[in-house]
């Protein structure tokens, strides 16, 4: 509100009533919205400032600039989708909302790991521990070692955690399983043959993603096409120019 009542203007689009206070302004409900899932503390926006919100809301237009290049080559179930012609991948729901899930470029993978009830197995990847359980036995055998003494007959938690370079999603947990479960059940063999496959799966995307020019360069796909986004907001690229331009970059 202004000295006199008045109503503030929306610091970000200049248009619309900023109904929400900002450290450096105000942002009107549609500003706001465009930022869903990727600004942090989502629910203390007086905390948050301009730049805050601009920023979200580039990440939020760059994740649908992905979302709509991305076609998928390879899935294992719902859990994750695979694009390797464009070098994507992501795991749906993950934003919060199962139409606009979180896409990352394969060079944003840094480690993941199989951790079953408190017991993990792991690599830069899940690498050579799995690696080997995969060949003597699979990963059925390799939880068996894991849940070690404290349960020999049934496991009660399996989960695959994920780490990426992103800030806000640097962290996914694909749970598979969430209560105790047998190991001579159908439900713990056909969790084990998933498992598997997502390992699988992680392992190709870890050893495809040190052939892309970016990974090599320190420079992501997703920091290019922003560049490339930013300017074309900016008008020093038209729509086509920018289309074919991002086609490049992702085609890597």
Same mark, same amino acid.
């Given at each position: 509100?202004?000295?006199?009542?008045?109503?503030?203007?929306?610091?970000?689009?200049?248009?619309?009533?900023?109904?929400?206070?900002?450290?450096?302004?105000?942002?009107?409900?549609?500003?706001?919205?465009?930022?869903?899932?990727?600004?942090?503390?989502?629910?203390?926006?007086?905390?948050?400032?301009?730049?805050?919100?601009?920023?979200?809301?580039?990440?939020?237009?760059?994740?649908?600039?992905?979302?709509?290049?991305?076609?998928?080559?390879?899935?294992?179930?719902?859990?994750?989708?695979?694009?390797?012609?464009?070098?994507?991948?992501?795991?749906?729901?993950?934003?919060?909302?199962?139409?606009?899930?979180?896409?990352?470029?394969?060079?944003?993978?840094?480690?993941?790991?199989?951790?079953?009830? +408190? $017991? %993990?197995?792991?690599?830069?990847?899940? =690498?050579?521990? #799995? /690696?080997?359980?995969? !060949?003597?036995?699979?990963?059925?055998?390799?939880?068996?070692?894991?849940?070690?003494?404290?349960?020999?007959?049934?496991?009660?938690?399996?989960?695959?955690?994920?780490?990426?370079?992103?800030?806000?999603?640097?962290?996914?947990?694909?749970?598979?399983?969430?209560?105790?479960?047998?190991?001579?059940?159908?439900?713990?063999?056909?969790?084990?043959?998933?498992?598997?496959?997502?390992?699988?799966?992680?392992?190709?995307?870890?050893?495809? +993603? $040190? %052939?892309?020019?970016?990974?090599?360069? =320190?420079?992501? #796909? /997703?920091?290019?096409? !922003?560049?490339?986004?930013?300017?074309?907001?900016?008008?020093?690229?038209?729509?086509?120019?920018?289309?074919?331009?991002?086609?490049?970059?992702?085609?890597?």
């Amino acid at each position: 509100m202004g000295l006199f009542g008045g109503k503030e203007q929306c610091s970000i689009c200049h248009e619309n009533i900023g109904k929400h206070k900002l450290l450096d302004g105000f942002v009107c409900d549609d500003c706001l919205k465009q930022t869903t899932g990727y600004l942090k503390g989502f629910l203390f926006v007086s905390k948050h400032t301009k730049n805050d919100i601009i920023t979200a809301q580039s990440a939020a237009k760059l994740n649908s600039e992905k979302l709509t290049t991305f076609s998928e080559t390879d899935s294992v179930g719902d859990h994750l989708k695979i694009d390797r012609n464009h070098k994507l991948w992501l795991t749906p729901g993950i934003a919060g909302s199962k139409e606009n899930p979180k896409v990352f470029c394969f060079d944003d993978l840094i480690d993941y790991e199989l951790i079953v009830d +408190k $017991s %993990s197995i792991k690599k830069s990847g899940l =690498g050579s521990a #799995v /690696a080997g359980g995969l !060949l003597f036995g699979g990963v059925g055998a390799i939880v068996g070692g894991a849940a070690g003494k404290k349960s020999l007959d049934a496991i009660s938690s399996l989960k695959i955690r994920i780490s990426t370079k992103d800030e806000m999603f640097n962290s996914l947990i694909i749970s598979l399983l969430t209560a105790k479960t047998k190991k001579d059940s159908f439900t713990y063999n056909v969790t084990m043959d998933v498992s598997q496959k997502l390992i699988s799966a992680l392992d190709m995307i870890e050893s495809e +993603k $040190s %052939s892309s020019p970016s990974a090599i360069s =320190g420079t992501s #796909v /997703a920091d290019e096409i !922003l560049k490339l986004k930013q300017l074309l907001d900016a008008g020093a690229l038209t729509e086509q120019e920018y289309q074919t331009q991002k086609e490049k970059v992702l085609s890597r």
